[in-house]
């Protein structure tokens, strides 16, 4: 895959995630990007979520 479509992808992505939960800001996702991890961290903190719990949601999105 080259870089452009990785972009876009992240780009589509992005766009979901602050559709999804509002409270991300666009700093917040930029921070995680590539960082899943991180997601689940501010996943985490934003909505209380545990970490099994931002992982099925971010699952929920990506699939």
């Avoid at 999804?20 to 960082?35: A, P």
Wanted: no cysteine.
């Amino acid at each position: 895959m080259n870089s452009d479509i990785a972009k876009g992808k992240w780009d589509n992505l992005t766009g979901t995630v602050k559709e999804q939960w509002g409270k991300l800001t666009d700093d917040d996702v930029m921070q995680m990007e590539g960082k899943f991890e991180k997601f689940h961290g501010k996943m985490q903190e934003k909505y209380g979520m545990s970490k099994e719990e931002a992982k099925k949601a971010f699952a929920k999105l990506t699939n």
